[in-house]
T-cell receptor, first 112, second 113 residues
């Protein structure tokens, strides 16, 4: 069983829709990261969370430590949001801050 | 925004050959990482490097792999004798502080024939 599970695996939306991507993990963590991987392969760090909620522009990330669950929301989605969104966790006592365990990613396609 | 630069963007090599992948971190960053992503699979942590030494490595990072910062600027990943299964996209990432945002390079696509 993967330690980090994302759902859905693929998501297609129409421009303007509200998007939710989910991440569940099975280990104790000290931080959770949301990353965006562009079609060309480049990776951008979006959020690092250890509790609560963070917002940046149209992106909102939340985490529930007790339920071992995090969500990434995109409001007013746009075709340029099309990318793979990856959840990654740093295990409790896991040494380096960025020794991360990654999910398989969610491929988001936003159609105009 | 500052950038992490990786070279080359693509590298094709024969099995058994040595390859060196290069990364130029953001200038004031102190924490360096290598990750890899085999085609169609998830990203995997390889190694973290701080204060001129390896701070942590994964089980993937065996004796065939090494990292160094030879001139205080470039951060390199060397694979001594490449295998077919080393074919992957290799990402360098750096951070100024262990708790700051992580910046990724655009990756080196390594193909071992």
């Amino acid at each position: 069983k993967n330690e980090v599970e994302q759902s859905p695996q693929n998501l297609t939306a129409q421009e303007g829709e509200f998007i939710t991507i989910n991440c569940s993990y099975s280990v104790g963590i000290s931080a959770l990261h949301w990353l965006q991987q562009h079609p060309g392969g480049g990776i951008v760090s979006l959020f690092m969370l250890s509790s609560g909620k963070k917002k940046h522009g149209r992106l909102i990330a939340t985490i529930n430590i007790q339920e071992k669950h995090s969500s990434l929301h995109i409001t007013a989605s746009h075709p340029r949001d099309s990318a793979v969104y990856i959840c990654a966790v740093r295990r409790m006592g896991g040494g380096s801050n960025y020794k991360l365990t990654f999910g398989k990613g969610t491929l988001l396609t936003v159609n105009p | 925004e500052p950038e992490v630069t990786q070279t080359p963007s693509h590298q094709v090599t024969q099995m058994g050959q040595e390859v060196i992948l290069r990364c130029v971190p953001i200038s004031n960053h102190l924490y360096f990482y290598w990750y890899r992503q085999i085609l169609g699979q998830k990203v995997e942590f390889l190694v973290s490097f701080y204060n001129n030494e390896i701070s942590e490595k994964s089980e993937i990072f065996d004796d065939q792999f090494s990292v160094e910062r030879p001139d205080g600027s470039n951060f390199t990943l060397k694979i001594r004798s490449t295998k077919l299964e080393d074919s992957a996209m290799y990402f360098c990432a750096t951070a100024g502080d262990g708790n700051e945002k992580l910046f990724f390079g655009s990756g080196t696509q390594l193909s071992v024939l």
